[in-house]
Structure formats: structure tokens, C-alpha cells
């Protein structure tokens, strides 16, 4: 079943919400990869989301910094979460797609828990009253040119 980006996951910023949207759709596919147990999918699929979501943190950290919005406890829980991802890419490494039914549903249960409830409705979501007040499309001058350069 994949999952989509809706309206209620705005936090009120257009790039923070397309790399939400980016995200979710990565998610789907290395949940994909995951039941149909192919090896070189489920790798390329981490690489991929873990590279996308290191960008997303540093352009939420940016964010956060133009606004004035303490960020302290969220860098850290998105460090926590990138650790979590990183150890199910390892386990799921070792175990060369020899895993029972049970486990794919948990492993792929905690990478589509982790990104709607745990990091869009639980982080982000604190940065929107802020991000309300301000133009959707707001985005610092230094991360509008690390998004089309960088």
C-alpha cells in the first residue's frame, strides 16, 4: 500500500512540503523494494533516501535558522531518526532478503511510521504556526541557491 502527501501534512512552506512529498515517494519505493526482496533495489533506495534527507534536514535546519525557530531538539531527533534508518539498512543488508513475512511488514510498518508520524506530525509540524505567518513559497536567500545549484 503506498502512502501520499496530503493537505492536513503541509507545515505551511512549499520547499519543506516537496521534500516531504520527495521523501514519502522514496519511502514508497524502498518499501516496495522491500516485499518484492530485491537486494539492489533496497540499496540504491537507502542510498537514495538517506542523501535526500540529509539535504532535507539542512534545508529545514535553514529554515528554521531564518526564522528564528529553535531547532535544537529537532536536529537531534533528526539525527536520531538518520541513525534508526541506517541501522535497518544494515540489518536488512546482512540478512540478504532471507526474511520472513512478519519482518517485512515491521520493517516497512517503521519506515512509513517514521516519516508521516514520527517526522512530519511530530517534528515538523512544530515549525508550523511559524511557517504560517509567512509566505508559503518563504525560503532564504542562501538555501533558494543550494536548491538550484547545489
Known sequence: MNFAW????????????ADHKNLINQVNGLVHAIRMRNSSDIAHAFNHLEHNLCLHFVNEKNIAWAIGFDFSY????????????????G???????????????????FLESWIFDYHINSLDMRMKPVLQALPYDFMPCDLSIERTYG
Do not use: M
Open 91 to 109: 540489518l536488512l543488508s546482512s540478512k540478504k532478503c532471507l526474511w520472513f513475512d512478519e519482518a517485512i511488514e515491521h520493517f516497512t510498518l
Open 74 to 89: 529537532h536536529e537531534l531527533a533528526q539525527q536520531y531518526g538518520l541513525n534508526e534508518l541506517r541501522f535497518l539498512k
Open 6 to 17: 496530503s493537505e492536513p501534512l503541509s507545515v505551511g512552506n512549499g520547499a519543506i512540503d
